[in-house]
T-cell receptor, first 119, second 111 residues
């Protein structure tokens, strides 16, 4: 089954304790992205990656790191979590589209989410 | 960068009604627009994707339209059912890769 898998689904941690949220997709997608979702603010992009070893900041990158060593995996790293990073996190992936390339664009596939609480 | 707005934030309708959800975006140079459904505490499920060259897309009881010149998209749900209760999100992209999301419309269908 084509899917984006995030782990863990729920995580409670303490301020300052490094953590990693994993994301893996089995669709051979080039483009992967992390979002956080907060009430009243919608989904905001944290980081994205257009292919292996190519990553860039989204709209709210502060306090986060990512890596893309393999095409299928895109982990989100919080080196020193703080309570304002308590949120619902989503990983998403898609084929990388370029105009004129002739590839179809099917939009995003999302993971099931990780609810993170930092106390 | 697209600014995406969804109004109203919440909507309640009796079962069986047809309804329209609205999505506005600021940049008419849109490449595509995607509608999602999100159940409480769950992930996003893609409903429909409209390319900029298309005016509408249909899937079952759902029909999404796109009007680039006015910066609007609508999601039409026919014969609503209690199982349609969820939050509906639209997301717009100028490149086909990076999407910008609205804050969603929370729909409740009352039996």
């Amino acid at each position: 089954e084509a899917q984006v898998t995030q782990n863990p689904r729920y995580l409670i941690t303490v301020t300052g304790k490094k953590l990693t949220v994993t994301c893996s997709q089995n669709m051979n997608h080039e483009y992967m992205s992390w979002y956080r979702q907060d009430p009243g603010l919608g989904l905001r992009q944290i980081y994205y990656s257009m292919n292996v070893e190519v990553t860039d900041k989204g709209d709210v990158p502060e306090g986060y790191k990512v890596s893309r060593k393999e095409k299928r995996n895109f982990p989100l790293i919080l080196e020193s979590p703080s309570p304002n990073q308590t949120s619902l996190y989503f990983c998403a992936s898609s084929l990388f589209y370029m105009p004129g390339q002739g590839r179809p664009n099917y939009g995003y596939t999302f993971g099931s989410g990780t609810r993170l609480t930092v106390v | 960068k697209q600014e995406v707005t969804q109004i109203p934030a919440a909507l309640s309708v009796p079962e069986g009604e047809n309804l329209v959800l609205n999505c506005s975006f600021t940049d008419s140079a849109i490449y595509n627009l995607q509608w999602f459904r999100q159940d409480p505490g769950k992930g996003l499920t893609s409903l429909l994707l409209i390319q900029s060259s298309q005016r509408e897309q249909t899937s079952g009881r759902l029909n999404a339209s796109l009007d680039k010149s006015s910066g609007r998209s609508t999601l039409y749900i026919a014969a609503s059912q209690p199982g349609d209760s969820a939050t509906y999100l639209c997301a717009a992209s100028n490149t086909g890769n990076q999407f910008y999301f609205g804050t969603g419309t929370s729909l409740t269908v009352i039996p």
